[in-house]
T-cell receptor, first 113, second 116 residues
């Protein structure tokens, strides 16, 4: 699975939009980009997945440029409860035989009042 | 069925003892994963089952670790002769098979193991 690089930590304030960028220079043609969120003492939780351009759901948006070598998770109007670690992963999304998800160290987002 | 269930939530054991953890995945999911996570690190892959078949096992997993998934339902992870370095959060996850996102896994809340 392609290796990903993301910032170790980010700070924000309540109400701001937060953008976390992930680099995945070696992404394969059939790889999807997936983001997870993890709160302390809990397992990771799937947030969003995309292949190209833009994907939006009720929680976040995912922006993927044409070359797909990076992606940006956008969290609109964060609140204190969005303080968590965010992981970027790449792997086969549909129809493939992904047997494991490879997590990096993630980005610790700290939201302050 | 509201999600992946793991038991126990916490386990304290003396070095050298054996421990066993249980994971009950979401009922219709045929894929099951075990991960280990230490403080400040992301989850580290241990092993993967598709139904009852253990299809992949991390090379990081020593012979003291064994996992089973009889009948393709719940799974157990056993650690024999525990060492202090085994202290970690052990996470179980499941995902649907064909038709679902391969990269969308549903995690349990984990079992925190402390070896003293």
């Amino acid at each position: 699975l392609a290796k990903t690089t993301q910032p170790i930590s980010m700070d924000s304030y309540e109400g701001q939009e937060v953008n976390i960028t992930c680099s995945h220079n070696n992404i394969a043609t059939n790889d999807y980009i997936t983001w997870y969120q993890q709160f302390p003492s809990q397992g990771p939780r799937f947030i969003i997945q995309g292949y190209k351009t833009k994907v939006t759901n009720e929680v976040a948006s995912l922006f993927i440029p044409a070359d797909r070598k990076s992606s940006t998770l956008s969290l609109p109007r964060v609140s204190l409860s969005d303080t968590a670690v965010y992981y970027c992963l790449v792997g086969v999304g549909y129809g493939g035989a992904t047997n494991k998800l490879i997590f990096g160290t993630g980005t610790l987002l700290a939201v302050q009042p | 069925d509201t999600g992946v269930s793991q038991n126990p939530r916490h386990k304290i054991t003396k070095r050298g003892q054996n421990v066993t953890f249980r994971c009950d995945p979401i009922s219709e999911h045929n894929r099951l994963y075990w991960y280990r996570q230490t403080l400040g690190q992301g989850p580290e892959f241990l092993t993967y089952f598709q139904n009852e078949a253990q299809l992949e096992k991390s090379r990081l997993l020593s012979d003291r670790f064994s996992a089973e998934r009889p009948k393709g339902s719940f799974s157990t992870l056993e650690i024999q002769r525990t060492e202090q370095g085994d202290s970690a959060m052990y996470l179980c996850a499941s995902s649907p098979g064909r038709g679902g996102r391969n990269t969308e896994a549903f995690f349990g809340q984990g079992t925190r193991l402390t070896v003293v």
